[in-house]
């Protein structure tokens, strides 16, 4: 089992920057091992993809996001960030950190084991 906890969520103006964190209650080699990744979800909508990072390193943006969004990870620290830029009214949503031992589809929900219970993201025009 692992547990997940996000946080850095907040209000902000359009054009505004957050960065949200997840930790991870397993070891640091057990970590590594994990691809983790990012969805939203807002009121009325489907959870949907946002990015996500793999055990080697890779990462995957969904496109509205790219180029605004930039994820990383320490393993050592048993954490992933989202760091988002110029964010929009459009990206006001509940941000849940995710985490797969094995992924075949990077941005279907269903592929993720474990789940944080998310960090609310609200911007305002």
């Known amino acids: 089992q692992v547990n997940l906890v996000e946080s850095g969520g907040g209000l902000v103006q359009a054009g505004g920057s957050l960065t949200l964190s997840c930790a991870a209650s397993?070891?640091?080699?057990?970590?590594?091992?994990?691809?983790v990744g990012w969805f939203r979800q807002a009121p009325g909508k489907d959870r949907e993809f946002v990015s996500t990072i793999m055990w080697g390193m890779n990462t995957y943006y969904e496109d509205s996001v790219k180029g605004r969004f930039t994820i990383s990870r320490d393993n050592d620290q048993r954490t992933v960030s989202l760091q988002m830029n110029n964010l929009q009214p459009e990206d006001t949503a509940t941000y849940y950190c995710?985490?797969?031992?094995?992924?075949?589809?990077?941005?279907?929900?269903?592929?993720?084991?474990?789940w944080g219970q998310g960090t609310q993201v609200t911007v305002s025009s």
């Open positions: 995710a985490a797969a031992r094995v992924l075949y589809t990077v941005s279907d929900p269903n592929d993720y084991d474990f």
């Open positions: 397993v070891s640091s080699l057990a970590f590594a091992k994990f691809a």
